[in-house]
Each structure stands twice: as C-alpha cells, then as structure tokens.
Nanobody
Framework: VQLVESGGGLVQPGGSLKLSCAASGFTFSLYIMRWYRQAPGKERELVAAIGSADRSTYYSPSVKGRFTISRDNDKKTMYLQMDSLKPEDTAVYYC????????WGQGTQVTVSS
C-alpha cells in the first residue's frame, strides 16, 4: 500500500498550488479520501475530505471557498487545488485513505511566504 503526495512548494501569498496524492496497493475507489495538514508546533488538522461513491465533499472553515478537493478513480489519484493561499496555510500536507484500514502518505511541504 502506498500514498505518494506531490505538488508542494514555495508560493507567494495569494498564489495557487495543486497537490496530488497517487494511490496504489488498495481499491482506491472504495475509500474515503482526506487531506490533512500539520504546521510546526500544531496538531494535525483535517483540511478536506471526499466520499468514495457519492464524492460528497467537506472543507474545514479555514479553507472553504479557497481549496477544492477532487479525485480520479481511474487514475487512483486525489487532488487538492489551493487558491488564494495565505501564510497560515503553511504546513506539511498529508493524504489519508480510510475504509476498514487507514493509510497515510509521507507528506508534502507547502510554504506560503513573500
């Protein structure tokens, strides 16, 4: 089982990034997928989630209206489009897959700074 995040980097405030999470080793389409983030000195927090069959979405209040979560079951990949980025969005972003088991990726660093 593997979850591999990519797409992180350094961006100026107001800029955009698109994160990807490539999955392998499990039936991706059956799993609820989530993005979490963890800033230095803070607890890991849920950013967004997307359902398996109905693809319903959830966003934390801090990112709603700026971030968009999506998934491509054929490509076994989840995405997080992040727009209007703020310095407080700086964190390591992790993807998470959950059904009977729970899987985590290794994380990708997002830094928002001028």
């Amino acid at each position: 089982v593997q979850l591999v995040e990519s797409g992180g980097g350094l961006v100026q405030p107001g800029g955009s990034l698109k994160l990807s999470c490539a999955a392998s080793g499990f039936t991706f389409s059956l799993y609820i997928m989530r993005w979490y983030r963890q800033a230095p000195g803070k607890e890991r927090e849920l950013v967004a989630a997307i359902g398996s069959a109905d693809r319903s979405t959830y966003y934390s209040p801090s990112v709603k209206g700026r971030f968009t979560i999506s998934r491509d079951n054929d490509k076994k990949t989840m995405y997080l489009q992040m727009d209007s980025l703020k310095p407080e969005d700086t964190a390591v972003y992790y993807c998470n897959a959950q059904r009977e088991a729970t899987y985590w990726g290794q994380g990708t660093q997002v830094t928002v700074s001028s």
